[in-house]
């Protein structure tokens, strides 16, 4: 079946460092790829996005490619903020040809900056 | 927007209770989710459906069941309470369509999530 591994955390950085977060997945077909961001006491809000191989996803200052040789998506941001602190997940969605789009979800990754 | 709204913030059942969580979507979509979220595990499917009465068991359906009367609205029913059911719910909705409708990658959209604690 379809799944996630991503980095566990807490990850804790300094502001202005440089963010990756590891994410592998293992699925049948063509999966698209998603990052997940939840801010504390909300629910789960689309970061980006992939939905074929080498395609990148950008938001926010965030970037992921899909990179099915090593079958990857690893978010990264070049210089975090306070306001990122949040549990980023990673996704993966089996569509098939009726549409139903279902979510298999990672661990979740807690990042907290510090300023 | 999108918007998918969660009638219950924070919940306090008994054991045993029958409990409803109810969600409302306001964008005409075919698909609806419910997820439970816990530390370590991450987010698991319960239950979907992507029409009107018509639902499949997500990885987790033991001690669930749901209802989808109408096309916006999907409810998680738990029938008999359990303390192993104390989580977060989150509902979701997405497109959906079938055939030549279907779009890839299709965003899947959260409500804010149900806390229930069952004592």
């Known amino acids: 079946g379809n799944s996630v591994t991503q980095m566990e955390g807490p990850v804790t950085l300094s502001e202005e460092a440089f963010l990756t977060i590891n994410c592998t997945y293992t699925?049948?077909?063509?999966?698209?790829l998603f990052w997940y961001v939840q801010y504390p006491g909300e629910g789960l809000q689309l970061l980006l996005k992939?939905?074929?191989?080498?395609d990148k996803g950008s938001n926010k200052g965030f970037e992921a490619t899909y990179r099915k040789e090593t079958t990857s998506f690893h978010l990264e941001k070049g210089s975090v903020q306070v306001s990122d602190s949040a549990v980023y997940f990673c996704a993966l969605s089996s569509g098939s040809n009726f549409g139903n789009e279902k979510l298999t979800f990672g661990t979740g990754t807690r990042l907290t900056i510090i300023p | 927007d999108v918007k998918v709204t969660q009638s219950s913030r924070y919940l306090v059942k008994r054991t045993g209770e029958k409990v409803f969580l109810e969600c409302v979507q306001d964008?005409?979509?075919?698909?609806m989710f419910w997820y439970r979220q816990d530390p370590g595990l991450g987010l698991r499917l319960i239950y979907f459906?992507?029409?009107?009465?018509?639902?499949e068991k997500g990885d987790i359906p033991e001690g669930y069941s749901v209802s989808r009367e109408k096309k916006e609205r999907f409810s998680l029913i738990l029938e008999s309470a359990s303390t192993n059911q104390t989580s977060m719910y989150l509902c979701?909705?997405?497109?959906?369509?079938?055939?030549?409708?279907?779009?890839?990658?299709?965003?899947?959209?959260f409500g804010e999530g149900s806390w229930l604690t069952v004592v």
């Open positions: 964008m005409d979509h075919e698909n």
């Open positions: 699925a049948t077909g063509y999966p698209s």
């Open positions: 459906s992507y029409d009107v009465k018509m639902k």
């Open positions: 992939a939905t074929k191989a080498d």
């Open positions: 979701a909705s997405s497109l959906g369509g079938t055939g030549s409708q279907v779009v890839a990658g299709n965003t899947i959209y």
